[in-house]
């Protein structure tokens, strides 16, 4: 991706070989050439008017520096690099706010879109009149500070027109700079004069500073530095950034159960469900858990949370039951794989238990009601995956129609199972693919063989519980499944395997467990209507993406959309 000074420097170029001139060497070549035979500094807007007389001739200018075409795209050029893919990590973890960038280009918000967040852009002052404020930008927000390619009058690189800057701007700086801690990454401080003033005329320090470059500082950072008591890191963005995302993830992984606690329980338990007696101990410690997630406040307490902060909320709650859930959920699924109808009693009731909620306080909220049933969903998944690898039909056949729970706006008692599906109790976009990612280090580090052993498992209890959601009426949405085919004829994989088992009809262990009512017709009914609404959404993610025509194996369809 070119510097704003190269870009210029090409079109100074371009406009030269138009007059058949020559232009000087060196760096500064073109920008002199420029000065001595126009008698006036180069701008963008001047530039593109002298090379376009259309607007969007002048776009396909720009357009061509900064995206990237087939050739490009291929080899990975000009796509987000590990920096924008560690402060998207960071911003969609809460950690970061703000990002103000001086290039033209789109890689920040492209990095923040492929994480899944929609952040707020600005281009050019008029539009931070009625921006929502900073501490309210749940997703981020990105200020170009030096404008946008897609936006030509907005660009700014002269020092002119980098002398100073509108006044509404120098407002919004002066409030970050006093707020805010700062990442520096990629700035020299020599070229910018109006944010050097802006940073030297902030008279706080509330936060920390970290300024990032892999050479020495010029004397102007250093000054600045030293004015913010900040830390010199001798590292380029990418690999400052990165580490610090690691680090920060690291860190939050410490208010998660100690994992030496739980690979303690986990082989104790083993140890229990090996020997003659009763797993006594293990009884207690399932007991134990499924009492204090059921009490935990995050389920009793009143919802109240103010709108602007649901989303970010929404965040914390979830990511505080993944931590909460954990020794239940891997405790349930050593119990279900290696345990008998005795031992299943253990956790089984719990399943019910902790899917039955009470209304909050109000459809504006809901999202966050619905996140009390995480716990249910997670033991759920949990003791099915396990079941299913152990080929426990019986036990399967028993989570998926037996524990019951409300749908509170329907006011209708039905399958729990079909109400805890990832996608419409955590309100996530990728909802079960987090699921999928939160239980595989579990179960392939304690339970199952190997990574596909779990693959096998999750897919064929997943799409088992959507047959169960659909025979009640829900809507199937964004499914963590694998599917195979071509266009207009797209399958989950787990739908071949049931043909494969249902063939042996309805001596199966599945049906003469009851599963659907043990109603093999049923079963292949509904299974055809799962299997064509997955179609239908894998199509249209094949139309908008254009990215699966050319999958030659089963894929995630939920990781394109």
């Given at each position: ?534 179609a239908e959404w894998v199509d249209q993610i094949d139309r908008n993406t254009l990215r699966v025509i050319n999958r030659s194996g089963p894929f995630y369809p939920d990781e394109l959309?």
């Amino acid at each position: 991706m070119p510097s704003a000074w190269g870009v210029q420097c090409d079109l100074i170029r371009q406009i030269a070989s138009a007059e058949g001139a020559e232009i000087p060497d060196g760096d500064d070549g073109p920008y002199d050439w420029y000065v001595e035979r126009f008698k006036r500094e180069p701008s963008y807007d001047t530039l593109l008017a002298d090379l376009s007389g259309t607007t969007g001739g002048r776009q396909a200018l720009l357009r061509s520096y900064f995206e990237p075409d087939e050739t490009e795209r291929e080899q990975g050029i000009k796509q987000p690099a590990d920096a924008h893919r560690a402060l998207a990590r960071l911003v969609a973890d809460g950690h970061i706010r703000v990002i103000i960038t001086l290039n033209f280009d789109h890689l920040v918000e492209d990095a923040l879109r492929e994480a899944g967040l929609r952040p707020a852009i600005i281009r050019r002052p008029s539009e931070l009149t009625g921006m929502i404020p900073l501490h309210a930008q749940r997703q981020g927000v990105v200020i170009h500070l030096h404008g946008d390619y897609l936006d030509p009058d907005s660009m700014r690189n002269t020092p002119e027109e980098l002398k100073e800057y509108e006044q509404e701007v120098d407002r919004l700086l002066d409030q970050v700079f006093d707020e805010y801690g700062l990442i520096i990454a990629g700035w020299s401080a020599k070229y910018d004069p109006a944010l050097v003033n802006a940073l030297k005329r902030c008279p706080t320090r509330r936060f920390d500073t970290y300024w990032a470059d892999p050479y020495p500082l010029s004397d102007p950072a250093t000054e600045l530095l030293e004015q913010r008591q900040g830390t010199y890191v001798p590292a380029d963005a990418d690999r400052f950034l990165t580490r610090t995302a690691d680090a920060v993830t690291a860190l939050a992984e410490r208010n998660r159960a100690n994992p030496q606690n739980i690979a303690t329980a986990i082989a104790t338990a083993k140890r229990e469900l090996r020997s003659d007696g009763p797993a006594i101990n293990l009884h207690d410690t399932l007991r134990r858990e499924a009492a204090r997630l059921a009490d935990h406040p995050l389920r009793t307490a009143a919802v109240n949370v103010p709108q602007p902060d649901l989303e970010a909320e929404h965040e914390r709650r979830f990511t505080e039951w993944e931590a909460e859930t954990e020794t239940l959920a891997a405790l349930a699924a050593v119990t279900a794989y290696w345990g008998t109808d005795t031992t299943d009693r253990y956790w089984f009731a719990d399943v019910e238990r902790l899917a039955t909620i009470t209304w909050g306080t109000g459809p504006a909220q809901r999202a966050l009601n619905d996140l009390r049933r995480a716990p249910a969903t997670l033991l759920l998944h949990s003791a099915g995956i396990a079941a299913v690898a152990a080929e426990r039909w019986p036990l399967a056949a028993r989570l998926l129609t037996g524990p019951r729970a409300e749908d509170i706006m329907r006011r209708v008692d039905m399958p729990a199972a079909a109400l805890l599906g990832p996608a419409m109790v955590l309100g996530l976009h990728t909802s079960t693919a987090r699921v999928h990612g939160y239980l595989k280090p579990m179960f392939t580090g304690h339970v199952v063989a190997n990574e596909n052993a779990f693959t096998e498992a999750w897919e064929r209890f997943e799409y088992l519980r959507l047959l169960v959601q659909e025979d009640a009426g829900y809507y199937i949405s964004t499914p963590h499944l694998l599917v195979s085919g071509m266009r207009g004829d797209y399958r989950p994989l787990a739908s071949q395997w049931l043909d494969r088992e249902l063939a042996q009809g309805d001596q199966h262990p599945l049906l003469r467990a009851g599963f659907l009512g043990g109603d093999l017709e049923r079963i292949t009914t509904i299974q055809k209507t799962v299997d064509s609404r997955i179609a239908e959404w894998v199509d249209q993610i094949d139309r908008n993406t254009l990215r699966v025509i050319n999958r030659s194996g089963p894929f995630y369809p939920d990781e394109l959309s």
